[in-house]
DNA sequence: TCTTTACCTGAAGTTAGGTTGAGGTTGTAG
DNA sequence: CTACAACCTCAACCTAACTTCAGGTAAAGA
């Protein structure tokens, strides 16, 4: 069985489209060579990185950040433990911070089943709007910039 | 002071664009009424709404679905314990897939450190990306449809 | 009153992340 | 050697979530 895969190949076996595979690649997420004919051909390795793909996506982490940390990643061969590590420590944050952040508001939600959000000085959703507003906001700050500035 | 705010003032408090609420309008995720002379006038309820609405999206939840769940907290008046107990506990929910699926996440990427994934068959992102494809899958199912699929 | 600032509407533009379609080429199975 | 599936490129289109712009009205202060 070839080393080689076809974009199609490719596409059943990381479950993106072919159109999606071909975006990445003008995007710089994956890379690949060409035939005689002009077709591509991957190597194995795509698959691993469009499993990192997937996982950030799924995340919800813009393509570009997931290309900035996949730019850790060397194509072609086997990433070493080193940059293996980076990555994934990259990564690890990144998740932490979300992890922390989803479950603060989860737990606030909780706090609030029940009160009736009668007050305005003391519900946690009413307070989190205002300060968030004092910080001459707008949306999205979280999901799109990294998630570095949730009140603190 | 005023019982009633304009959407200037709306959009200080909240932090939200003038356009933003506008937005936000015409796809009935809050309210508002006219005065004589044609210009919005909201209810102080509508921030607390705008921080539901700021929760959601921070947290990446699609505005319809934000939508759907502020379909269940009345508007004009506060909402009762029991309207705002089922509105939680929608939100609960959703939060704690998410920090469940992070979390395994996180912790198969740590895993991964070190392992230098050379291993196709133990490599728990390789397996990640293979599996999806095997669901006959495409990208975003998790973020945009809810999260109910990630390997099961 | 006059002027400035806040508002109004509707249409068009923006970025991310892709998909769809047209028109043409390659590779492979019969 | 001829179909036919798979591939190629490029441009146009799509949804979400807004912003910007143009052209016009309302409200508040000096």
């Not at 710089?28 to 793909?53: E, F, K």
């Not at 290309?67 to 060397?74: K, Q, T, Y």
């Not at 009736?116 to 959703?125: E, Y």
Request: charged share 25%; hydrophobic share 35%.
């Amino acid at each position: 069985m070839s080393r080689e895969l076809s974009v199609g190949q490719v596409s059943e076996r990381s479950g993106f489209a072919v159109s999606a595979l071909h975006f990445y690649e003008k995007k710089g997420l994956i890379r690949s060579h060409r035939t005689s004919g002009n077709q591509r051909r991957y190597d194995r390795d795509v698959l691993r990185r469009l499993a990192i793909v997937r996982m950030g996506t799924e995340l919800g982490i813009p393509l570009a950040e997931v290309a900035e940390a996949l730019g850790h990643v060397p194509v072609g061969h086997t990433p070493s433990a080193a940059d293996w590590r980076l990555m994934s420590e990259l990564w690890h944050e990144k998740l932490d911070r979300r992890i922390v952040l989803m479950t603060r508001m989860r737990d606030e939600l909780n706090g609030c089943i029940g009160c009736g959000c009668l007050s305005t000085s003391s519900c946690p959703l009413m307070n989190s709007g205002d300060h968030l507003a004092e910080e001459g906001s707008g949306p999205r700050r979280l999901m799109r910039e990294g998630g570095e500035s949730y009140r603190s």
